[in-house]
Antibody, heavy 119, light 107 residues
Framework: QVQLQESGPGLVKPSETLSLTCTVS????????WSWVRQPPGKGLEWIGY???????NYIPSLKSRVTISLDTSKNQFSLKLSSVTAADTAVYYC?????????????WGQGTLVTVSS | DIQMTQSPSSVSASVGDRVTITCRAS??????LAWYQQKPGKAPKVLIY???TLRSGVPSRFSGSGSGTDFTLTISSLQPEDFATYYC?????????FGQGTKVEIK
């Protein structure tokens, strides 16, 4: 049974860097596409980007200058860093997996973690 | 970016009703479409991918159809556990984009 679990601070100050980690269990992270998706309170879903186990990344253009997604295969984890945050970055952040045949089909999700940007 | 537009935004229905949700893409996405169900405080769960392929374990009362720009999700007989928000998502091209959601409420 594949499980994903997000972890990280729930409160980040404006202009600082949001850092989250997703721990994967039940399967190796050395395969698949690993994405982050966010959802502002009461709003819809926005894909942020992915890291493919081979090393390639892809980020949504509106966030590309501020986002980094990386993998730590030794810990079976991947992480998200979003710099220079503002209140508009307040959201529930989900980590998600997509299969090799469909990089944008998200078949397993973490439970989500709320990150609030506030001083 | 490809825009995904769902209708209706919300629907009130009773247990046993047939419910249909539509999703329109701003350009041709072939069959690269997924449907997700999200309950309050929970992560989305994929129901259907490739427009009409039911994910293993998803009840057969859920079905999807369509290709190109127009798609539908049908719940043939609504059950109490189906009250949730449903999202379509195009997986055809970068970046993947979601519809705004359709909330299925109890009538």
């Amino acid at each position: 049974q594949v499980q994903l679990q997000e972890s990280g601070p729930g409160l980040v100050k404006p202009s600082e860097t949001l850092s989250l980690t997703c721990t994967v269990s039940g399967d190796s992270i050395s395969s698949y596409y690993w994405s982050w998706v966010r959802q502002p309170p009461g709003k819809g879903l926005e894909w942020i980007g992915y890291f493919y186990y081979s090393g390639s990344t892809n980020y949504i253009p509106s966030l590309k200058s501020r986002v980094t997604i990386s993998l730590d295969t030794s810990k079976n984890q991947f992480s998200l860093k979003l710099s220079s945050v503002t209140a508009a970055d307040t959201a529930v952040y989900y980590c998600a997996r997509a299969p090799n045949w469909g990089r944008y089909y998200f078949d397993y999700w973490g439970q989500g973690t709320l990150v609030t940007v506030s001083s | 970016d490809i825009q995904m537009t769902q209708s209706p935004s919300s629907v009130s229905a009773s247990v046993g009703d047939r419910v249909t949700i539509t999703c329109r893409a701003s350009q041709d996405i072939s069959s690269w479409l997924a449907w997700y169900q999200q309950k309050p405080g929970k992560a989305p769960k994929v129901l259907i991918y490739a427009a009409s392929t039911l994910r293993s374990g998803v009840p057969s009362r859920f079905s999807g159809s369509g290709s190109g720009t127009d798609f539908t999700l049908t719940i043939s007989s609504l059950q109490p556990e189906d009250f949730a928000t449903y999202y379509c998502q195009q997986a055809n091209s970068f970046p993947p984009t979601f519809g705004q959601g359709t909330k299925v409420e109890i009538k």
